[in-house]
Protein backbone atom coordinates (compact mmCIF):
# COMPACT_ATOMS: atom_id res chain seq x y z
CA UNK A 1 0.00 0.00 0.00
CA UNK A 2 1.45 3.27 -1.10
CA UNK A 3 1.59 5.75 2.07
CA UNK A 4 3.03 9.56 2.07
CA UNK A 5 3.46 10.96 4.88
CA UNK A 6 5.15 14.72 5.47
CA UNK A 7 7.42 15.36 8.66
CA UNK A 8 9.42 18.58 10.23
CA UNK A 9 6.12 21.04 10.78
CA UNK A 10 6.29 23.09 13.85
CA UNK A 11 6.76 26.75 15.72
CA UNK A 12 9.36 29.34 14.67
CA UNK A 13 9.43 32.88 14.99
CA UNK A 14 10.06 35.12 11.70
CA UNK A 15 13.22 35.01 10.41
CA UNK A 16 13.74 31.63 11.47
CA UNK A 17 14.58 28.14 9.08
CA UNK A 18 12.39 24.99 9.33
CA UNK A 19 13.24 21.59 6.65
CA UNK A 20 10.07 20.05 5.74
CA UNK A 21 10.76 15.82 4.67
CA UNK A 22 8.48 13.98 2.46
CA UNK A 23 8.74 10.02 1.96
CA UNK A 24 6.78 7.50 0.01
CA UNK A 25 6.85 4.31 1.00
CA UNK A 26 4.62 1.10 -0.56
CA UNK A 27 6.22 1.51 -3.98
CA UNK A 28 8.69 -0.13 -6.76
CA UNK A 29 8.53 2.84 -8.79
CA UNK A 30 10.60 6.02 -8.65
CA UNK A 31 8.40 9.24 -8.54
CA UNK A 32 7.93 11.11 -11.63
CA UNK A 33 7.40 14.48 -10.02
CA UNK A 34 7.58 16.29 -6.65
CA UNK A 35 6.10 19.18 -5.23
CA UNK A 36 5.60 20.84 -2.05
CA UNK A 37 2.08 22.94 -1.20
CA UNK A 38 0.62 24.86 1.68
CA UNK A 39 -3.08 26.00 2.65
CA UNK A 40 -4.60 28.23 4.83
CA UNK A 41 -8.21 28.15 6.62
CA UNK A 42 -10.43 29.51 3.53
CA UNK A 43 -7.81 29.63 0.71
CA UNK A 44 -7.13 27.19 -1.84
CA UNK A 45 -4.20 25.00 -2.04
CA UNK A 46 -1.00 26.63 -3.70
CA UNK A 47 2.00 25.47 -5.07
CA UNK A 48 5.08 26.11 -3.21
CA UNK A 49 7.58 24.35 -5.02
CA UNK A 50 7.82 21.55 -7.75
CA UNK A 51 10.63 19.26 -8.81
CA UNK A 52 9.71 17.40 -12.30
CA UNK A 53 12.19 14.34 -13.19
CA UNK A 54 14.97 16.80 -14.20
CA UNK A 55 16.82 18.43 -11.97
CA UNK A 56 14.86 21.99 -12.78
CA UNK A 57 12.76 23.24 -9.81
CA UNK A 58 9.93 25.71 -10.06
CA UNK A 59 9.13 28.12 -7.22
CA UNK A 60 6.08 30.35 -6.31
CA UNK A 61 6.76 34.01 -6.35
CA UNK A 62 6.77 33.73 -2.08
CA UNK A 63 9.24 31.38 -2.05
CA UNK A 64 11.89 32.29 -4.07
CA UNK A 65 15.29 32.97 -3.07
CA UNK A 66 13.88 31.93 0.60
CA UNK A 67 12.75 28.14 0.41
CA UNK A 68 14.64 24.80 -1.86
CA UNK A 69 13.22 21.84 -2.67
CA UNK A 70 15.11 18.71 -3.26
CA UNK A 71 15.51 14.89 -3.68
CA UNK A 72 16.80 12.80 -1.28
CA UNK A 73 19.80 9.98 -1.63
CA UNK A 74 16.49 7.95 -0.84
CA UNK A 75 14.22 7.01 -3.60
CA UNK A 76 11.05 8.73 -3.18
CA UNK A 77 11.95 11.34 -0.58
CA UNK A 78 11.40 15.40 -0.77
CA UNK A 79 12.88 17.74 1.19
CA UNK A 80 11.71 21.62 1.85
CA UNK A 81 14.21 24.21 3.27
CA UNK A 82 12.64 27.16 4.15
CA UNK A 83 14.75 30.11 5.16
CA UNK A 84 14.11 33.52 6.26
CA UNK A 85 10.36 32.26 7.59
CA UNK A 86 8.00 34.95 7.12
CA UNK A 87 4.80 35.32 9.44
CA UNK A 88 2.42 34.53 6.10
CA UNK A 89 4.05 31.32 5.55
CA UNK A 90 1.75 30.29 8.50
CA UNK A 91 -0.11 27.22 6.62
CA UNK A 92 -0.52 23.47 6.63
CA UNK A 93 2.60 22.13 3.90
CA UNK A 94 1.27 19.23 1.75
CA UNK A 95 3.44 16.82 0.01
CA UNK A 96 2.70 15.48 -3.41
CA UNK A 97 4.27 12.68 -5.30
CA UNK A 98 3.22 11.81 -8.58
CA UNK A 99 3.62 7.98 -10.08
CA UNK A 100 2.61 7.08 -13.59
CA UNK A 101 0.23 10.23 -13.49
CA UNK A 102 -1.14 9.39 -10.46
CA UNK A 103 -1.38 11.61 -7.43
CA UNK A 104 -0.39 10.67 -3.53
CA UNK A 105 -0.72 13.36 -1.35
CA UNK A 106 0.06 13.33 2.93
CA UNK A 107 -1.81 14.32 5.18
CA UNK A 108 0.23 17.64 5.82
CA UNK A 109 2.08 19.11 8.45
CA UNK A 110 1.77 22.35 10.55
CA UNK A 111 4.47 25.49 10.11
CA UNK A 112 3.40 28.19 12.41
CA UNK A 113 5.36 31.42 11.96
CA UNK A 114 5.27 33.94 15.21
CA UNK A 115 6.63 37.57 15.40
Known amino acids: QVQLMEFGGGLVRAGESLTLSCALT????????MGWYRQTPGKQRELVAG???????DYADHAKGRFTIYRGNVRNTVFLRMNSLKVEDTAKYYCKQQIRSRDYWGQGTQVTVSV
Open 26 to 33: GSALTADG
Open 51 to 57: LGDGLSA
